[in-house]
């Protein structure tokens, strides 16, 4: 059993930068492949972005693609999404997600089987 706890969400206006935040209680945090999904008021979850057990690949949504970067880091059990010029319609709950396996580029919600209770980001114009 993996606990995801997500920060770092708020108001931000547009163009503006946040970073979240997600800390996983585990030990064994090199085993999981990581995402970030969002999901919006009466909208699916959608996928943003994964990243492989070390940080060494990364995949992205063609939505947030050169906005936003994910990163890892494996002492701290942590993985971050650096989300800069950001827009209105980024304004979504933001979720990490995580699954014990090897390296996969994992782009729907069904792939994965530990979520965080998410983190609410509001981007006003």
């Known amino acids: 059993q993996v606990h995801l706890v997500e920060s770092g969400g708020g108001l931000v206006q547009a163009g503006g930068s946040l970073r979240l935040s997600c800390a996983a209680s585990t030990r064994s945090f090199v085993n999981y492949v990581m995402g970030w999904f969002r999901q919006a008021p009466g909208k699916e979850r959608e996928f943003v972005a994964t990243i492989s057990w070390n940080g060494g690949s990364t995949y992205y949504a063609d939505l947030v693609k050169g906005r936003f970067t994910t990163s890892r880091d494996n002492a701290k059990n942590t993985v971050y999404l650096q989300m800069n010029s950001l827009k209105p319609e980024d304004t979504a709950l933001y979720y990490c997600?995580?699954?014990?396996?090897?390296?996969?580029?994992?782009?729907?919600?069904?792939?994965?089987?530990?979520w965080g209770q998410g983190t609410q980001v509001t981007v006003s114009s």
């Open positions: 997600a995580a699954d014990p396996r090897p390296w996969k580029t994992l782009l729907t919600p069904h792939e994965y089987s530990y």
